[in-house]
DNA sequence: ATTGATAGTACGGTTACCTTACTATCTGCG
DNA sequence: CGCAGATAGTAAGGTAACCGTACTATCAAT
């Protein structure tokens, strides 16, 4: 008995632990997504700019509504949005209907980056299933997808 | 043809993007990690502290050590130790054969906390090996570990 | 017209990191 | 031996990504 697994109770024994595991999926794939939208020209982008390309209505959201969907604070999206302004991704327009309120929109950049970013997150997981076998990366997608469910039950 | 899927070029198609699903599954895990230690009465634990944990010597390591091991930098690190010292996990001890280094060790409470942060995070596992499948949770482990092997290559 | 709710902003705080000094100590060489 | 350069750790200050608690402007309803 060298080195043989599975003796008895042995589960999960790959040694490293599960959040190491998640977060370090996590770094490498918006690490390549990032690389890949800056080498495409959308430059100034990162991480917590996904609260609102991924949230934002195609007709404009409300700073509220975008908080809500992305379980930020208004605050914290507020910035977001403000620095996404500065790089010309999206515009603040007063809602014409109700003066408290304003509209946050793409622009027609905005929208390239929202669809150019969809488009690298979809390449990196077909290279991964060409790579690692289809069927497997969609099990993952879909244990992945479950698990978070239980935990949240 | 009411809510097939798979017609051609479908791949992903789940909606929900990759590093959503990674961030999820590691805040949905860690959440639970910490809860637990609490309950059980280790008081203080963060998340950050792991790198401690997961990277310490039984007889001791020095700061420079874990640093490099947790992939931190030694001021990081070194902050780390400091909350885990103040709240009686480990200690600071100067190395007799180097005055310049310390050497960091846990306290029989801090290999306490590390032994039950290892069980729970088996009981978690165990629980959704139960819950989604046994197979299916140790394919998800294999492929994160591909996946960033892959990425990382 | 005032009162209460709602949209967004301002200000300050926290966590988890980083970089750039700096001090103390050790090691090797002339 | 004595000093140069490396190494261990610390200090100070900065940044990113958040949060909560005010506060202002506007609206809606009596």
């Known amino acids: 008995m060298t080195t043989r697994a599975g003796r008895q109770g042995d589960e999960g024994v790959s040694q490293i632990p599960l959040p190491a595991l998640f977060t370090q999926a996590k770094d490498v794939t918006l690490a390549k ?28 959201s409300r700073l509220t509504a975008l908080a809500e969907r992305s379980g930020l604070s208004k605050q914290a999206l507020g910035e977001v949005v403000t620095e996404l302004e500065r790089h010309g991704y999206v515009e603040r327009t007063t809602d014409p209907d109700d003066h408290r309120a304003k509209v946050i929109r793409l622009t027609e950049r905005g929208t390239q980056a929202q669809v150019a970013a969809a488009r690298i997150l979809g390449e990196i997981e077909r290279r991964w299933a060409q790579h690692l076998g289809r069927d497997r990366i969609a099990e993952m997608r879909m244990v992945l997808e479950e698990v978070i469910r239980f935990e949240k039950s």
């Not at 800056?38 to 609260?51: C, D, P, V």
């Open 33 to 60: 997504l990032h690389w890949r939208l800056n080498e495409e020209g959308f430059k100034g982008i990162r991480y917590s700019h996904g609260a609102v390309f991924r949230f934002i209505d195609a007709e404009g």
